[in-house]
């Protein structure tokens, strides 16, 4: 067992995510059995869940005319329009069925906002609108986080920059992540990690 300043973060290992999901990222299951097999290590894990109602404008289907994958312009930037997924209540916003969902103490929602996106597990897209994730780690004594899941270049990525902006030491395991590799957004995600000291573990 890890010391209690250990934490596993898993990010958004959903249906929708997995392969036959309305998200899926190429590989999304294959990466269960290693991250059940790690959590027993961890004496904090935390799960998070992506949660969109269904007017989300992050969903191109409420973008009159608009394809999923192009852009829009939010309030607070650019944001990619997505296929509609993981819509509240649905079986695309459960967990995936083998993953030990019981291991968690903790499970933060995000994305709720119809007019907000929120990739990491930290703060919404708009960079400000706090989750609550912070509190939770730092009072429960975390100061070191292993995150893992879906997707690499989005949630993963956000999640572990917002984590080492914020002081913590932050690894990605890579080996328990998938992508998905949207104009080059792996390789952009990569540079950033690297410049902001974020460790990435093959
Ligand atoms: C994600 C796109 C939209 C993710 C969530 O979990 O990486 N990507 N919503
Ligand atoms: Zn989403």
């Known amino acids: 067992m890890l010391p209690a300043t250990d934490a596993l973060i898993v990010i958004d290992v959903q249906n929708d995510f997995c392969p036959g999901g309305a998200l ?45 994958y192009s852009m829009a312009e939010m309030a607070y930037g650019p944001q990619v329009l997505w296929p509609t997924h993981c819509v509240q209540g649905t079986k695309g916003a459960e967990f995936h069925p083998v993953l030990r969902t019981g291991m968690a103490q ?34 429960r004594g975390v100061t070191r986080l292993e995150l893992v899941g879906l997707a690499t270049d989005f949630c993963v990525a956000y999640s572990a920059l917002d984590a080492a902006r914020l002081g913590f030491e932050v690894t990605v395991r890579a080996s328990a992540c998938r992508a998905i590799d949207l104009n080059g957004s792996l390789d952009t995600a990569r540079a950033q990690m690297a410049a902001t000291g974020v460790r990435w573990r093959d």
Not at 29 to 42: F, G, K, L, T, V
Not at 108 to 117: A, H, L, M, N, Q
Not at 120 to 135: C, K, M, P, Q, W
Request: net charge negative; hydrophobic share 40%.
């Open 24 to 68: 899926a990222v190429r590989g999304g299951a294959e990466i269960i059995p290693e991250i059940n097999s790690i959590m027993d290590e961890y004496p904090v894990v935390v799960l998070t869940q992506d949660w969109h109602p269904g007017t989300h404008l992050s969903f191109a289907e409420n973008h009159p005319g608009a394809v999923p």
């Open 106 to 139: 903790m499970v933060i929602r995000k994305g709720f906002r119809p007019e907000i996106d929120s990739y990491s597990a930290f703060f919404e897209n708009d960079r400000v609108t706090a989750t609550g994730l912070e509190g939770y780690l730092r009072s």
